[in-house]
């Protein structure tokens, strides 16, 4: 039982790059969250989603892409890097119940530096 | 808004002795809320969450939290510290779409032996 797993763990991508950071769940979770972490910010949701074929915008969405096919994937797409994307990435699931979101588990993250 | 604060950057405690971390809140209505912890390198778990009932709720790793309504606190407290305690501290509250979680900024806590 994995949990949560993310790939790559660390990456280096020059400006106007583009790469997909993976996130894969055998929690059987409907909700899957992505999670950009800077220094001084403490953590801003990029993109969610409550189940298959259901994605939203959080706080911070603009330079990123999601999509969510199957309930154990969900790939957040960066479609032209920038430096300001340097950040360490975490994916998170939660079960999703009565439309509230419960605790969350967490990925041990993408370290991702743009130069 | 739905959001919470952490006044406190960063909290030092001696090794054995009780530690306190803040955290206020700014919620409409009920609130839920939870304490997530960070060591280094590592993603955040999940350590305790408020949702009703009892105002003092006891979590993972010796850890519990008090709810106080009249303060709009959730701070999270241990009786006795130690050094493998020493970690990144997160408070967050479900936006009102419960979708959506807001973090606090975070409390980086030190136990000094």
């Known amino acids: 039982n994995a949990g949560v797993t993310q790939t790559p763990k660390f990456q280096v991508l020059k400006t106007g790059q583009s790469m997909t950071l993976q996130c894969a769940q055998d929690?059987?979770?409907?909700?899957m969250s992505w999670y950009r972490q800077d220094p001084g910010m403490g953590l801003r949701l990029i993109h969610y989603?409550?189940?298959?074929?259901?994605?939203d915008q959080g706080e911070v969405p603009n330079g990123y892409n999601v999509s969510r096919s199957t309930t154990e994937d969900f790939p957040l797409r960066l479609l032209s890097a920038a430096p300001s994307q340097t950040s360490v990435y975490f994916c998170?699931?939660?079960?999703?119940?009565?439309?509230?979101?419960?605790?969350?588990?967490f990925g041990p993250g993408t370290r991702l530096t743009v130069t | 808004a739905q959001s919470v604060a952490q006044p406190e950057d960063q909290v030092n405690v001696a090794e054995g002795n009780p530690l306190t971390v803040k955290c206020t809140y700014s919620?409409?209505?009920?609130?839920?809320l939870f304490w997530y912890v960070q060591y280094p390198n590592r993603g955040l778990q999940f350590l305790l969450k408020?949702?009703?009932?009892?105002?003092l709720v006891k979590g993972s790793y010796g850890f519990e939290a008090e709810f106080n309504k009249s303060q709009t606190s959730f701070h999270l407290k241990k009786p006795s510290a130690l050094v493998s305690d020493s970690a990144l501290y997160f408070c967050?509250?479900?936006?009102?779409?419960?979708?959506?979680?807001?973090f606090g900024t975070g409390t980086s806590l030190t136990v000094i032996p």
């Open positions: 919620v409409s209505g009920n609130p839920y």
């Open positions: 929690m059987n979770h409907e909700y």
């Open positions: 408020y949702i009703t009932g009892d105002n």
């Open positions: 998170a699931t939660a079960k999703y119940s009565g439309g509230v979101s419960y605790e969350q588990y």
């Open positions: 967050a509250v479900p936006l009102n779409t419960g979708n959506q979680f807001y």
């Open positions: 989603s409550v189940g298959a074929g259901i994605t």
